[in-house]
């Protein structure tokens, strides 16, 4: 269902985009004139009128399903640079602590899979798919029964 919404309010949407979500810059864009003091009481004021949800911005912003896709499978797909020192092999000698191959000036870069961002990736999208079962509480009422009195035949001896 699409919500009709007037010109000036279509404008303040597009000022709020464009201002990175402050609504005190956009309605400035739609009243130059207006003193900064009140301009964010009424921003405040107008982002409340339009009612526009945060999927609705993400969806103006070219935020879509299908980019969130892609960088979902770019994320799950991560990588780390690291530094190593390639040591070569070469035969244990008895009290011999030195690597001889090994220095400061042999330093090489190689990718490594970041397991850790990946985990997060993988953790959102499962949250985002509502593969997660949902939080269980336990709750323990006690009842009573006001005018009850437990009486001595109901006792057992």
């Known amino acids: ?86 040591i070569k092999p070469k035969e244990a000698q008895e009290n011999e602590t030195d690597l001889k191959d090994a220095n400061s000036r042999n330093i090489e870069f190689v990718d490594v899979d970041d397991y850790a961002v990946r985990h997060k990736y993988l953790d959102t999208a499962l949250k985002l798919k509502g593969s997660y079962p949902a939080e269980k509480h336990e709750e323990t009422h006690k009842v009573i029964i006001l005018g009850t009195e437990e009486k001595p035949e109901d006792k057992e001896e």
């Open 1 to 86: 269902m699409s919500i009709k919404r007037t010109l000036r309010e279509r404008k303040f949407i597009k000022a709020y985009i464009e201002n990175s979500g402050n609504a005190t810059e956009a309605f400035l864009v739609l009243s130059p004139n207006a003193k900064r003091e009140t301009a964010g009481e009424l921003g405040y004021r107008m982002l409340k009128k339009v009612d526009i949800s945060v999927s609705e911005l993400m969806e103006m912003m070219g935020t879509t399903d299908a980019y969130l896709n892609e960088v979902l499978n770019k994320g799950l797909e991560a990588t780390k640079t690291i530094s190593v020192i390639p």
